[in-house]
């Protein structure tokens, strides 16, 4: 018994995931849209997520738009990484870690309700990024990673000069205007960021410990929790003919970093950086076919490769159907969309890259996200 309580404590401290030595770039929410088109989208946001990449993206929104049931999975794709369907082919701890040496698990689950009336905005948030890999085939290396981010987003956007197209009109003539974009939101932030040797003393002293409770375990791992006010700053241009857009997007998310209070836990809660990312995009509507393509450069403040810092997108729309294709870091993404009124789902693959160089490390996942109450009233 006294084994079996062991293996399912380390059981526990596995699922609670991890990712390599340079750790990815981290959000507090993706959209799939986005995500498909190469996460090139600081110029268009005109989902909603559009509080999480541009505030004065918002300028662009008319009428009410709500979405009130949704969810997003992310995972390791299966197809790219097969080796995560492999059942152990051994008991010997070494050999596992041989087995399953830099093959980076991820699961994540998103849930981002919102409200949009105007040019105002409103999202609540409840995200779980997890991220497992066995790192250095000489010393293996538990790194754990795992957030839980919940609070809310709120925004808006206030044209500064020129003048936007009437509300429902769609031959507006030719126009354009700028706009700027405030955003403010409160997280709370708990998890754990840690690294510690697959044979070292640290995971066995903790079992050893046989912590009874969740709470206990997280005690004893160096679980924390935190809370804090986020501020961001947007800019939107955005020129229009009939038919065809052009916008260029700048946003600054998190300015100045954002640092958790600790509430609970001894280690520090992971902070969220600052983000300052510029993009265009360019679309064009013929009534039964229309298209869009983006390019971002994002994060330009962040050390990463310059290459990483490239996002590229495109998508291919007829009634009900859309495809998406991008590259982010020179990663490929692609995937399809059916939209149904209410009922919305999105599904791809998508890469990015884990650590600061390109084609170092690389993630490849697979996305689902579906909506069932999304509904548009673009005429109030």
Known sequence: MDNLKKILLFTILLSFAFSGFAREQTYYARSPRA????????????????LFYNPAALARHRGLTMSIMNMQLDVTNPLEHDEILDTP??????????????????????????LKFGTFGLNGLASVNTNLEVLNAHHPLLDIDYRFD????????????GSRPPAGNRNPGAGN???????????????????????????LDIMNEQPETIDELKDAIGYGKGKSWAYDLGFLYHAYASGTNLTVGLS????????????????????????INAGIAFEQNFGLFNYTL???????NQPIALANKIKLGARFGIPLIDLYMG???????????????????????YGIETTSEMFTHASKRAMIYLTLLDISFPGL
Not at 182 to 201: A, C, D, H, N, W
Not at 252 to 274: C, H, K, L, N, W
Not at 294 to 300: L, Q
């Open 294 to 300: 983006s390019a971002d450069f994002a994060p330009m």
């Open 150 to 161: 919940k609070g809310f987003a709120t925004g808006f956007a206030v044209p500064i000069f």
């Open 89 to 114: 082919n051994t008991d010997e701890p070494a050999e596992f870690a041989k087995q399953y040496l830099a093959v980076p698990i991820h699961l994540g689950l998103g849930y981002v309700p919102g």
């Open 35 to 50: 995500l498909l088109m190469g996460d090139a989208y600081t110029a268009l946001a005109d989902d909603g997520y559009t």
């Open 327 to 349: 590259l982010n870091g020179g990663y490929l993404s692609y995937g399809a969309s059916l939209d149904l009124y209410m009922f919305k789902l999105y599904a791809g693959f």
């Open 177 to 203: 205007y700028g706009a700027l974009g405030f955003g403010l939101k409160y997280i709370s932030r708990e998890g754990l960021q840690k690294r510690m040797p697959v044979f070292g003393t640290d995971i």
């Open 252 to 275: 600054a998310m998190d300015i100045g970093g954002t640092y958790f209070d600790r509430v609970s836990g001894e280690e520090q809660i992971q902070p969220q950086p600052m983000h």
